[in-house]
């Protein structure tokens, strides 16, 4: 079954453009052309994702961010703003909106931040699925804690270290390159920053490996990038 992505947007162009796009890319697409007709649509057939112009007609868009933020089911928000409207902005992320673009953007842009979105989501539901403790040898992560000990001893990870760590630890012997960690850790804005995550798994080393020189738990993948492995030969993890 297609995702369904409910696209709000008062610019029967660029709507048409945007429904064109994301359709050619696997999308279903619903429009709607005011905030009004949008509240509705999104309640009423619940989309995996809606795209949202803030300057709207009527209902604006922050309007209908906040509603949809108001009673559950959560479904991510991709804001599209003026170049020039940062309060607008600002303003949608503290209201729960996940991501923006501004106006003009790339449409190749657009769906690519679709999906980073709708695929951080099935991350997030993976990672609420996922048992509360994940136990590998000396290395125990309490997810609902965000607490890491080896061996006993409290490891102190900072943030996104433990996100990565989460990551590579609920997807056990899975390769990831450097750019699918980056879009599925980090989000689609870093894309291109490969050393970020190289320095990031090699200060989660020092941390959690006993001998970070030859690490046991995130391993190199020559020509590719890296997996967590949850079991060796000797069987000691």
Known sequence: MRPTVLVVEDDQDIARLVSLHLGDAGFEVRLAGDGTTGLAEARTFR???????LMLPGTSGLDVCRA???????????????????????VGLELGADDYLTKPFSLRELVARVRA?????????A??????????????????????TVDGRGVTLTAREFDLLAHFALHPGRVF???????????YGHEGYDHTVNSHI??????????????RHIVTV?????????????GDL
Do not use: C
């Not at 990672?127 to 890491?148: C, S």
């Open 117 to 125: 979105l709708l695929r951080r989501v099935a991350a997030l539901a």
């Open 202 to 215: 090699n200060r989660l080393r020092t941390k959690i490996e006993r001998d970070p020189a030859r690490p």
């Open 177 to 187: 390159t450097r750019s699918q960690l980056l879009d599925q850790v980090w989000g």
């Open 127 to 148: 990672a609420e699925a996922a048992p509360p403790l994940v136990e590998v040898g000396g290395l125990v992560m309490d997810i609902e804690r965000r607490e890491v």
């Open 68 to 90: 949809l933020r108001a009673r559950p089911p959560h479904v991510p928000i991709l804001m599209l703003t003026a170049r020039s409207a940062e309060m607008d902005r600002v």
């Open 47 to 53: 989309p995996d994702l809606v795209v949202l112009d």
């Open 222 to 234: 020559w020509g590719v990038g890296y997996k967590f492995v949850a079991t060796s030969p000797e």
